[in-house]
C-alpha cells in the first residue's frame, strides 16, 4: 500500500533554509507514469502548489517561490526533497508531498499527511 | 489569487443538493487535464473525493458525484448532511504553469 512521508524540522529561523525530505514505501519513484511534487497549506488558507519533479530530475516551480525552491530526488532511497531558501513567518504552513498516477486513463492524486512547519526565532 | 476560482461559501439544509464550482481557462480544464475534488475537515489533511473529473475513490459515498464541461467542473453533493460541513477544493493540472493548480476552497455550510 503506497504511503508518503514528510519529514524534517518542525521549527525554522526566519532567513534560513526549510528542509523536508518525502518517503515513498509501497511504490516506486523511479517510475515514468508518476508526478511528484509539494503543496502547502498556511494556517487558516488555501492550498498553494510549490512544484513538480520527476524521477528524471526534471523541475517545475510556482513562479512565485521559483528563486527559493530546490526540489531533488534521490531513487536509491526513495525519497525526494525541498529546500526553501530565506524563509520569512508568511512561509509558516503545513507541507504536503504528494504524487498524482496518470497511467490508468485518469489521473489519481495521492498525498502524506502533512508535516508543520514553523517560521519563528 | 488563485487559477481555478471557486465560490467562497455555499450552504444547505440536511437533505438538500449543493454544487460547488470551479472555474479555470483553456490551460487548465479547457484543455482536458483531470480535475480532482477534495474535502477538508477542521484540522485535517484534505481528503479525495472525486479523481479525474468523476471517479470516487473506494469509501467515498455515491451523494458525491463530479462533472466537467469546457473550462468548468463542478461537485454535487446529494442528501447533504451535517458531517458535510468542511472546506472544499478543486485541483488540476496547468500546462502553462506546468504543475498544479488549486481553487481558492469554498467552505460549505449545513444550516
Known amino acids: 500500500q503506497l504511503q508518503l512521508q514528510e519529514s524534517g524540522p518542525g521549527l525554522v529561523k526566519p532567513s534560513e533554509t526549510l528542509s523536508l525530505t518525502c518517503t515513498v514505501s509501497?511504490?516506486?519513484?523511479?517510475?515514468?507514469?508518476?508526478?511528484w511534487g509539494w503543496i502547502r497549506q498556511p494556517p487558516g488558507k488555501g492550498l498553494e502548489w510549490i512544484g513538480n519533479?520527476?524521477?528524471?530530475?526534471?523541475?517545475y516551480f510556482n513562479p512565485s517561490l521559483q528563486s527559493r525552491v530546490t526540489l531533488s530526488v534521490d531513487t536509491s532511497k526513495n525519497q525526494f526533497s525541498l529546500k526553501l531558501s530565506s524563509v520569512t513567518a508568511a512561509d509558516t504552513a503545513v507541507y504536503y508531498c504528494?504524487?498524482?498516477?496518470?497511467?490508468?486513463?485518469?489521473?489519481?492524486?495521492?498525498w502524506g499527511q502533512g508535516t508543520l512547519v514553523t517560521v519563528s526565532s | 489569487q488563485s487559477v481555478l476560482t471557486q465560490p467562497p461559501s455555499v450552504s444547505g439544509a440536511p437533505g438538500q443538493r449543493v454544487t460547488i464550482s470551479c472555474t479555470g481557462s483553456?490551460?487548465?480544464?479547457?484543455?482536458?487535464?483531470?480535475v480532482h475534488w477534495y474535502q477538508q475537515l477542521p484540522g485535517a489533511a484534505p481528503k479525495l473525493l472525486i479523481y479525474?473529473?468523476?471517479n470516487r475513490p473506494s469509501g467515498v459515498p455515491d451523494r458525491f458525484s463530479g462533472s466537467k464541461s469546457g473550462t468548468s467542473a463542478s461537485l454535487a453533493i446529494t442528501g447533504l448532511q451535517a458531517e458535510d460541513e468542511a472546506d472544499y477544493y478543486c485541483?488540476?493540472?496547468?500546462?502553462?504553469?506546468?504543475?498544479?493548480?488549486f481553487g481558492g476552497g469554498t467552505k460549505l455550510t449545513v444550516l
Open positions: 519533479i520527476y524521477y528524471s530530475g526534471s523541475t
Open positions: 509501497g511504490g516506486s519513484i523511479s517510475s515514468t507514469s508518476y508526478y
Open positions: 483553456s490551460s487548465n480544464i479547457g484543455a482536458g487535464y483531470d
Open positions: 504528494a504524487r498524482e498516477d496518470c497511467s490508468g486513463g485518469s489521473c489519481y492524486p495521492f
Open positions: 485541483q488540476s493540472y496547468d500546462r502553462s504553469l506546468s504543475g498544479w493548480v
Open positions: 479525474g473529473d468523476s
